[in-house]
C-alpha cells in the first residue's frame, strides 16, 4: 500500500492541521469544555438532509450538550424499517444459510423485505435514520400524515409510509400465500403515474410538453410553477428544452453552469486551448459565429457566409502554415490546405485576375472588390489566433496569466447584455486564482492546460440558485434536495446503464474499494433513494420517461432498474400495465385518434396536416378499433393552374431547363417555392479522396485543355495549386488518372472546325393531347429560338468527361429534334463520353424528317405546358428506367421492382435526394398510368433514334 507512506510524507511537509485533526481538535475542546462559548448560537437547524457521515452526526451531537440541534429528517415510513432489505440482499443471505462455510448469523433470520420499493431504493435513509436513532440524548416528534386521495400514485406513497405491499402487511420471507401482495382498486382513467416508453431525448421532451399541456387541460388548479422535470444530467436535455419549450410554456434551467448557458463562455475555452488546436476550418467558422466575435470584427450574417463560400472554394482545411504542421504534428510541412495558403489565394484574387494565371507557385481567387475590407479582417483575426496561440503555450505565473487572459478578451470580444456578466465570472475566477495562489505562496510558472483546466471547473460548477422555483416550470439535474413536494414531478431519462448512475472512482482509492459503511457515500446508492424521494414528493401526478427504442431499429432497450422496479411492483399491486408506447414520429396519426387518450398531441401544425382538403377529421378503422386511418392523400394539388403567356417555351435552353428537372420547374416558375441550397459542410482534412462533383470537374477541364491544345503541365500545376489534391506523389496519381479519362474522350473526338447555328422554329401546339387529364381544346402558335453549338457540318458533337446520364441524353435530344424540324437538314448528334469502365464510348442520334421532328418536339412542348399546370410526374432518370425495363420485357410489377430500388438508393445523383422531386413524388405510390404514359411519351422516339457506335 503506497497511500498511507504518501499520505506521511505529505503531511510531513506542513504544519497546518487537515481537517481529520481539526476535527478531532474541535472533539476534544467540546469534551472538555465546562462553560458554554458565547460564540455558538441557541440552535442548528438542518434540513434536507439524507445521509450524513458518522463524523459529522458526532459532531452536532457534541454540540448538542450546548446547544439545541434540531435535524428534520424526511423518514418515508411511519414503522421502524431498519431490519428490512431489498429482494436481492435477501436472496444472498438465503444463500449465504445454505453454505457450510459461511453460515448466517442469528440476526439474519428476522430480516424482511416490507414494501419492495422501500427496502430496495431506502438504504441511504435507512442507514442514516440508523445512526440517528442510535446517537445518544435523542428527542424524537414525528408528523406522518397518510394520503387520503384514491389514486395510484397515493396508493404507492401510503404502502411506503404504513410498511405495506399492495395496502397488506407482510413479509416475502413467509410462505407464498401470506407473501403476496394485496390488490388495490384503481380507475380505468387514472393517470397519476405515466410511465412513456420513447424513441430519443428530443422525443422525451416533445412528449413531455404534450403531456404537461393535457395535465394543464384537465387540473386547472395545477400550474407551470407546480412542475419540476429532472434528468440525470440537464445538460443533454437544455437544447431540447429550449427547442420545444421556448416561447410556448414558461420554464427555467437550474442546475447548469456557467460556461453551458454562455456561447461567449465556451469561445473563450476554446481560445484557451488555441495550443492544442488544430485551427480547423469549423473552428474558424465556430468563433467567428459567436455573436460577441462577430462584432468585435463587425461582422454581418453575409460575411460571414461570404467568409464560408471562400473557406470552402480555396480548400482550407486546418493549421496556419505548413511548418506549423511539422513543428506541432510531425508531418510534412506542405503549404497546400492551411490558412496561409488559403489567404494568400485570396489576396492574390484581389489583386489580380485568376485568369492571369499562376503567380509564384500560387493560384489566384477571384474575389469581389468590395471585398477588400472583409478580407483584410479575415487576416487579422487569423494573424491574432496565430498570435495568441504562440503565446499561450508558454508558461506564465499566475499575475502574468490574468494580464493575459484580459488582453484576450478585450482583443476578441466586444460582449452586449448578459454577456458583461459571463466576462465579470472569468475576470472573478482569474482574481481568486491570484489571491489562491498568492495565500499558497505559490509562484512558479503553470501551463496553459492547467489553467484552461482550472478555470473549467470554477465555470462549470452549477449554481443551484440559478433558474430553480422560478415560477414556472423547473428544469433541474436530480441531486439531492431537489424532491421537494411539487404537484407534478417529471422524471426523464430513466435509461438503463444511465440511471443508476455509476460510480468512476479511481482505481487508487481505497475508501471506493474497502468495506461499505454506514455513511459512506455511494452514488448508486444515493441515485436510488432520490428515485425513491421523487416518487414521494409527487403530490399528483409521476411522470417518468426513457428510451426504451432505438431510434434506427425500433429494437427495445431496457429502462433502468428502478424503473423496472417500479412497473413490476405496479403490475403486481394494481394488474395493470403502466408503460405508454410513444411513435416515432410526433405526426403519427395515433396521437389524433381519440380512442387512445393516452396518446395525445396539442400540436395544431400536425392535425391539420393529417387532415383532408375538406376538414373531415381522422376517424378509426372499421375493422379495429384502435387503430387510426389517414385519408387517401390528395396529393401536392388537386387544380390545375392557370396558362401564363410570359412562361411559354420562348426559348431552347428554357425546354432543356424544364426536362432536366420538371418538379423544380414547377415549384419555381410557378408557386414561387425555392428550396435553399444546402451549405457544405466544411472539410476538416486534406482532400485524401475526391468526391463526384470534384473529380468531374478535374477531368472536364483536364478535356477542355486537350481540345484547346494548351499545356498540360499547367493544368497540372493550377489543380495542384487550388488545393483540391492531396499534396505528393497520391495527389499526382490522382491528377493522372483523371487525365487518362480525359484523353480518352478526346481520343474519340473528331476535331473538325465547329461553328453555332442561331434559329428560330415555329410549331402550332394544340393544347389537347392524348393524356390523363383533358386541356383546353385550341392551338397555341408559338416560336421557339435557340442557339445550337458544336456543329461540325451536318453533325452536332456534343461530349461529357463522365458517364452520360439520361438527362444528358434528353438534353442532346431537344436540340437534335430542333434542329431537323428546322427543315436545313437532315442533321445527326454525336454523344461521346464514358462508360463504367472509364472507356470512350459513342451514341448517335440518327437524322429525322422535319415533320416528325416537329411532331416530337410538339409533344416535348405539351409535356411543358402540362407541367406548369399541375406537376408533372416525369424523372428522367426513374421515367427512363421504366421504360427500357418494359421494353426488355419484363412485367409491370418487376419494372415497379426497378424503379423502387433506383429510388430508395442513396448513391449520389439518386433523384430522390434531389427535394424538389422528393417534395412531389414518392415511389412506388406514384408510379401510375400517368408515370407510364409521360415515359412512353419522351423515351419511346429518343431510344427508337438513338445507336451505339462500335
Known amino acids: 500500500m503506497w497511500q498511507a507512506p504518501l499520505w506521511r510524507l505529505l503531511r510531513a511537509g506542513t504544519t497546518e492541521a487537515h481537517r481529520a485533526d481539526l476535527h478531532q481538535q474541535l472533539m476534544k475542546v467540546l469534551a472538555n469544555l465546562t462553560v458554554r462559548p458565547p460564540q455558538l448560537p441557541q440552535r442548528i437547524s438542518i434540513f434536507g438532509l439524507s445521509a450524513l457521515p458518522p463524523m459529522h452526526l458526532a459532531t452536532f451531537q457534541a454540540l448538542g450538550q450546548w446547544l439545541e440541534v434540531d435535524i428534520y429528517f424526511l423518514n418515508p415510513c411511519a414503522h421502524y424499517w431498519g431490519d ?20 448466517a448469523t442469528a440476526d439474519d433470520d428476522f430480516l424482511e423485505v416490507g414494501n419492495p420499493l422501500l427496502s430496495s431504493m431506502g438504504k441511504q435513509g435507512r442507514e442514516f435514520f440508523e445512526l440517528l436513532i442510535e446517537a445518544e440524548a435523542l428527542q424524537s416528534a414525528e408528523a406522518f400524515a397518510p394520503r387520503a386521495e384514491h389514486s395510484a400514485l397515493a396508493a404507492i406513497q401510503n404502502d411506503v409510509l404504513n410498511l405495506e405491499y399492495g395496502g397488506a402487511f407482510g413479509s416475502a420471507t413467509e410462505d407464498a400465500e401470506n407473501s403476496a401482495p394485496g390488490q388495490l382498486p384503481i380507475d380505468a382513467a387514472d393517470r397519476s403515474i405515466q410511465i412513456h416508453n420513447c424513441h430519443s431525448k428530443l422525443r422525451e421532451i416533445e412528449i413531455l410538453f404534450d403531456q404537461l399541456l393535457g395535465i394543464f387541460a384537465a387540473r386547472p388548479d395545477i400550474n407551470p410553477s407546480d412542475v419540476i422535470v429532472m434528468t440525470p444530467d440537464i445538460a443533454e436535455y437544455s437544447a431540447y428544452i429550449q427547442s420545444v419549450f421556448k416561447d410556448q410554456l414558461y420554464y427555467a434551467l437550474a442546475d447548469r453552469g456557467l460556461s453551458q448557458e454562455s456561447t461567449i463562455l465556451l469561445a473563450f475555452e476554446t481560445l484557451l486551448a488555441l495550443p492544442e488546436s488544430r485551427l480547423t476550418s469549423t473552428d474558424i467558422m465556430d468563433l467567428l459565429e459567436v455573436p460577441a466575435i462577430a462584432l468585435k470584427l463587425d461582422l454581418a450574417e453575409a460575411d460571414l457566409v461570404s467568409i464560408g463560400g471562400w473557406i470552402r472554394d480555396t480548400n482550407i482545411r486546418w493549421e496556419f502554415s505548413g511548418e506549423d504542421k511539422t513543428n506541432r504534428w510531425q508531418l510534412p ?63 506564465q505565473n499566475t499575475a502574468d496569466w490574468v494580464n493575459s487572459v484580459n488582453q484576450m478578451i478585450l482583443d476578441f470580444f466586444t460582449p452586449q447584455g448578459d454577456e458583461e456578466l459571463d466576462i465579470d465570472a472569468v475576470r472573478e475566477a482569474l482574481l481568486l486564482l491570484r489571491d489562491q495562489t498568492t495565500a499558497a505562496g505559490f509562484e512558479q510558472p503553470m501551463s496553459a492546460r492547467l489553467l484552461r483546466h482550472w478555470l473549467g471547473a470554477q465555470l462549470a460548477q452549477p449554481r443551484p440558485a440559478r433558474g430553480f422555483l422560478s415560477g414556472g416550470i423547473t428544469f433541474a439535474t436530480l441531486v439531492p434536495m431537489r424532491s421537494i413536494p411539487f404537484k407534478v414531478v417529471c422524471l426523464l431519462g430513466m435509461n438503463d446503464n444511465a440511471y443508476p448512475r455509476k460510480d468512476n472512482a479511481a482505481s487508487f482509492n481505497l475508501m471506493a474499494h474497502d468495506a461499505y459503511r454506514k455513511g459512506d457515500r455511494s452514488r448508486r446508492v444515493d441515485d436510488r433513494y432520490l428515485f425513491l424521494e421523487a416518487l414521494l414528493a409527487a403530490q399528483d401526478y409521476l411522470y417518468i420517461s426513457y428510451e426504451g427504442r432505438s431510434v434506427k431499429t425500433n429494437k427495445d432497450k431496457p429502462p433502468s432498474v428502478l424503473v423496472s422496479e417500479l412497473t413490476h411492483y405496479l403490475s403486481q399491486v394494481f394488474h395493470q400495465d403502466f408503460i405508454t408506447q410513444h411513435p416515432l414520429q410526433p405526426f403519427s396519426p395515433a396521437y389524433f385518434d381519440p380512442q387512445k387518450p393516452e396518446l395525445q398531441s396539442f400540436q395544431r401544425l400536425w392535425y391539420d396536416a393529417l387532415h383532408d382538403n375538406s376538414g373531415a377529421p381522422i376517424t378509426p378503422d372499421a375493422n379495429t378499433a384502435t387503430a387510426a386511418v389517414m385519408p387517401a392523400d390528395p396529393g401536392f394539388i388537386d387544380t390545375l393552374l392557370a396558362d401564363d403567356p410570359a412562361l411559354m417555351p420562348t426559348d431552347l435552353q428554357q425546354l432543356q431547363q424544364f426536362f432536366r428537372n420538371p418538379a423544380r420547374f414547377y415549384l419555381n416558375q410557378r408557386l414561387g417555392i425555392y428550396f435553399p441550397a444546402e451549405d457544405e459542410a466544411l472539410a476538416d482534412t486534406e482532400p485524401f479522396s475526391l468526391d463526384p462533383l470534384t473529380r468531374y470537374h478535374i477531368t472536364d477541364t483536364a478535356l477542355q485543355t486537350l481540345i484547346n491544345g494548351e499545356s498540360i503541365e499547367h493544368w497540372r500545376q493550377q489543380i495542384s495549386a487550388s488545393g483540391a489534391l492531396i499534396p505528393g506523389t497520391l495527389g499526382e496519381q490522382v491528377l493522372s488518372q483523371q487525365l487518362n479519362r480525359a484523353k480518352r474522350v478526346h481520343e474519340a473526338l473528331d476535331l473538325a472546325p465547329m461553328h453555332s447555328l442561331q434559329a428560330h422554329l415555329t410549331l402550332q401546339i394544340p393544347l389537347e393531347f392524348t393524356t390523363a387529364i383533358a386541356l383546353d381544346n385550341h392551338t397555341e402558335t408559338l416560336t421557339i429560338n435557340g442557339t445550337i453549338e458544336h456543329l461540325q457540318g451536318a453533325t452536332v458533337l456534343q461530349y461529357r468527361a463522365a458517364t452520360q446520364r439520361r438527362r444528358q441524353t434528353l438534353n442532346a435530344w431537344i436540340e437534335h429534334l430542333f434542329l431537323n424540324a428546322l427543315d436545313r437538314g437532315p442533321y445527326a448528334s454525336r454523344l461521346i463520353s464514358l462508360d463504367a469502365n472509364n472507356k470512350a464510348v459513342e451514341y448517335r442520334l440518327v437524322a429525322l424528317a422535319p415533320a416528325l421532328a416537329r411532331q416530337h418536339l410538339t409533344t416535348l412542348v405539351q409535356l411543358y405546358i402540362l407541367g406548369l399546370r399541375q406537376p408533372l410526374c416525369f424523372l428522367p432518370e426513374l421515367s427512363g428506367i421504366w421504360y427500357e425495363t418494359s421494353q426488355a420485357g419484363k412485367t409491370p410489377a418487376e419494372c415497379l421492382d426497378k424503379i423502387t430500388e433506383s429510388w430508395q438508393t442513396d448513391r449520389p445523383g439518386s433523384e430522390r435526394l434531389d427535394p424538389a422531386f422528393k417534395r412531389l413524388f414518392d415511389f412506388p405510390a406514384d408510379a401510375d398510368d400517368n408515370f407510364a404514359t409521360y415515359a412512353n411519351s419522351v423515351y419511346a422516339p429518343l431510344l427508337a433514334c438513338l445507336e451505339k457506335q462500335p
Open 333 to 395: 510541412a506542405t503549404q497546400s490546405n492551411t490558412w496561409t495558403f488559403g489567404l494568400e489565394r485570396l489576396l492574390l484574387g484581389y489583386a489580380m485576375e485568376a485568369e492571369q494565371g499562376l503567380h509564384q507557385n500560387r493560384l489566384p481567387f477571384d474575389i469581389a472588390a468590395g471585398d477588400g475590407e472583409l478580407l483584410g479582417r479575415l487576416c487579422d483575426f487569423i494573424n491574432l489566433l496565430q498570435t495568441y496561440r504562440q503565446r499561450l503555450a508558454e508558461p
Open 84 to 103: 428490512i432489505v431489498s429482494e436481492k440482499d435477501l436472496a444472498r443471505r438465503s444463500v449465504r444459510q445454505l453454505s457450510l462455510t459461511s453460515p
